[in-house]
């Protein structure tokens, strides 16, 4: 079955520290990931994804096929930062998203 | 502006009413879906639709029902509320599952 996993619920860092949220998947084909982010009092929206292997908001997630892992880098941490991080796979063959329970990124000053 | 809308944003309702949740979409997007989403847990997809007449149950069994009559329109209704169908729904659309895009969500209280 696919299943998506962040086991962090909480991640507390002061600004200028690096950030790493962890994301798992469990999915038998070639999975597409995702990261969707959520600041305070703004809708869920779309960070980045690994098939465009970009950068955003000085964000990075390399797709870990070994490791079934997709986690989510930021070398310095900002206070805009603060947020909600959804870690979500959509399969080859189907347009939906499932989505893991989130983490909780807070970037103290 | 293109957007996706939701309405309303809060409701707090009685056990028994028949609710509508509105949500309409202006930016062409053929595919559209429900999540319903607890404090601290993910996102589960209860609707989908592919367009005009589509409408597909998601992962997670809900007591709703979904129309689509209208490309732009994807109303969700609950015949009776009921206490357990409190949550946040969270309704989205696009054009392929890479990218959705989100609406402010109707966060339900049933009393």
């Known amino acids: 079955a696919q299943r998506v996993t962040q086991p962090e619920k909480l991640l507390s860092v002061f600004k200028g520290a690096p950030v790493e949220l962890k994301c798992n998947y469990s999915y038998s084909g070639s999975p597409e990931l995702f990261w969707y982010v959520q600041y305070s009092r703004q809708r869920l929206q779309l960070l980045l994804r690994?098939?465009s292997r970009e950068s955003i908001k000085g964000f990075t997630a390399d797709l870990n096929k070994g490791e079934t892992s997709f986690h989510l880098k930021k070398p310095f941490a900002q206070e805009e930062d603060s947020a909600m991080y959804y870690c979500a796979l959509s399969s080859y063959n189907t347009d939906k998203l499932i989505f893991g329970t989130g983490t909780r990124l807070q970037v103290f000053p | 502006e293109a957007d996706i809308y939701q309405t309303p944003r809060y409701l707090v309702i009685g056990t028994g009413k028949k609710i509508t949740l509105e949500c309409s979409q202006t930016m062409g997007h053929d595919k559209m879906y429900w999540y319903q989403q607890d404090p601290g847990m993910e996102l589960h997809l209860i609707h989908y639709s592919y367009g005009v007449n589509s409408t597909e149950k998601g992962d997670l069994s809900s007591e709703s029902t979904v129309s689509r009559i209208r490309t732009e329109h994807f109303p969700l209704t609950l015949e009776s509320a009921r206490p357990s169908h409190t949550s946040q729904y969270l309704c989205?659309?696009?054009?392929?599952?890479?990218?959705?895009?989100f609406g402010s969500g109707t966060q339900l209280s049933v009393l």
């Open positions: 690994h098939i």
């Open positions: 989205a659309s696009g054009r392929g599952g890479e990218k959705l895009f």
